[in-house]
T-cell receptor, first 113, second 112 residues
Framework: AQSVTQPDIHITVSEGASLELRCNYS??????LFWYVQSPGQGLQLLLK??????LVQGIKGFEAEFKRSQSSFNLRKPSVHWSDAAEYFC???????????FGTGTRLAVRP | EADIYQTPRYLVIGTGKKITLECSQT?????MYWYQQDPGMELHLIHY???????EKGDLSSESTVSRIRTEHFPLTLESARPSHTSQYLC???????????FGSGTRLTVV
């Protein structure tokens, strides 16, 4: 069975600074990988996904993520954070033969003015 | 526009009441899911369905029940609400795990 770890529960960055949110997964083969964002009181919105090919994937809102098979990681990055990026971020993994996603516990991002 | 809708957005209800949280999607997705999300953010799968007349319990034990009589509709029912049911409930749907899930905006339930 697959699993996901997001080691950072809470991260605070200054507006304009770069951001990296960590995600590690456990799965026997190459999985499908996703990053979602959740604004307060809202559902989850898909930021980006990886399924094959280029290991650096681009998403919405200026986010990107890099799949590193050797490290079983799929870290989310943004070069310059905006105050509106303050939210919760969830990493998720799905098996290519399955029908369910497994979500990490989330990372709460706060942005300092 | 294809989307997934949850109603109500907010609900405050007394202990012992029966409630139904509605979830509808217009995308024709076969797979639908209910998650419970506590203030600590973690998502817990409580029910899922892979099609009409198919429902399964998720990883987290829940006193709620679900039904799937129509493809687009996946309501969740609590026969007798308790304060321990206070939480946010998120509904999601999917055509294939390759595409990920589409989530509704959630229902914030408070049982007093």
């Amino acid at each position: 069975a697959q699993s996901v770890t997001q080691p950072d529960i809470h991260i605070t960055v200054s507006e304009g600074a770069s951001l990296e949110l960590r995600c590690n997964y456990s799965y026997g083969a190459t999985p499908y990988l996703f990053w979602y964002v959740q604004s307060p009181g809202q559902g989850l919105q898909l930021l980006l996904k990886y399924f094959s090919g280029d290991t650096l994937v681009q998403g919405i809102k200026g986010f990107e993520a890099e799949f590193k098979r050797s490290q079983s990681s799929f870290n989310l990055r943004k070069p310059s954070v905006h105050w509106s990026d303050a939210a919760e971020y969830f990493c998720a993994v799905g098996a290519r033969s399955g029908d369910k996603l497994t979500f990490g516990t989330g990372t709460r991002l706060a942005v300092r003015p | 526009e294809a989307d997934i809708y949850q109603t109500p957005r907010y609900l405050v209800i007394g202990t012992g009441k029966k409630i139904t949280l509605e979830c509808s999607q217009t995308m024709g997705h076969d797979k639908m899911y209910w998650y419970q999300q506590d203030p600590g953010m973690e998502l817990h799968l409580i029910h899922y369905s892979y099609g009409v007349n198919s429902t399964e319990k998720g990883d987290l034990s829940s006193e709620s029940t679900v039904s799937r009589i129509r493809t687009e509709h996946f309501p969740l029912t609590l026969e007798s609400a308790r304060p321990s049911h206070t939480s946010q409930y998120l509904c999601a749907s999917s055509d294939n795990v390759y595409y990920g899930y589409t989530f509704g905006s959630g229902t914030r339930l408070t049982v007093v």
